[in-house]
C-alpha cells in the first residue's frame, strides 16, 4: 500500500512540473499553440492581464488561443522563469512567474508577476483515466 501511494505522488509531482515546464516553454517561445494545449476545456478560463496589454475577460479555451497569439505577436517574450514551488491543495495549484517581454512595435521593456490557477482534470481516452493539470486562470501583475 505505502509504495501504490509513492507512485501515486511520484506521478502527480512529474504531472505538474511537466505542466510547469510547458507554460515556461509555450512564454519562451511566444507558442500560442502549445499553451492551448494547457488551457482547460471544461471550464472557462479567466485572464486579467495589466496594462501595456490590459485585457480582462472569462474565455472559451479557444478565444483564450486567440488572445495569446495576438498577445505573442505584438510582444516578445526574453525571460520567464518560475519565483516559487507552486502553491498546492489537494486539486489545484497556483504557479508564479516573472515574465519579462518588450513591445516589438517601441522595445519598450515590461516585468510581470504572472499566475496560473491550475486544476486538476481527468482525460476519459484510456479506461483508467489520465490525471492532467490544466490552466482555467491567468494573472498578471506590473513590477
Keep these: 500500500m505505502a509504495s501504490f501511494i509513492i507512485a501515486t505522488l511520484a506521478l502527480f509531482t512529474f504531472s505538474l512540473s511537466t505542466t510547469t515546464q510547458n507554460i515556461e516553454r509555450a512564454f519562451l517561445q ?5 499553451l492551448y494545449q494547457l488551457f482547460s476545456a471544461q471550464n472557462p478560463i479567466n485572464v486579467s492581464l495589466p496594462e501595456p496589454i490590459y485585457f480582462s475577460d472569462q ?4 478565444q483564450a488561443y486567440f488572445v495569446f497569439k495576438n498577445i505573442f505577436s505584438a510582444y516578445s517574450t526574453f525571460e520567464f522563469y518560475s519565483e516559487r514551488q507552486p502553491q498546492s491543495s489537494e486539486r489545484s495549484h497556483i504557479y508564479q512567474a516573472r515574465w519579462s517581454f518588450r513591445d516589438k512595435k517601441n522595445n519598450d521593456q515590461y516585468l510581470f508577476y504572472i499566475f496560473f490557477y491550475l486544476i486538476e482534470e481527468t482525460s476519459g481516452k484510456n479506461r483508467s483515466p489520465d490525471i492532467l493539470w490544466k490552466i482555467t486562470e491567468i494573472k498578471a501583475k506590473k513590477i
Design 30 to 34: 511566444n507558442n500560442s499553440r502549445l
Design 59 to 62: 474565455l472559451s479555451n479557444e
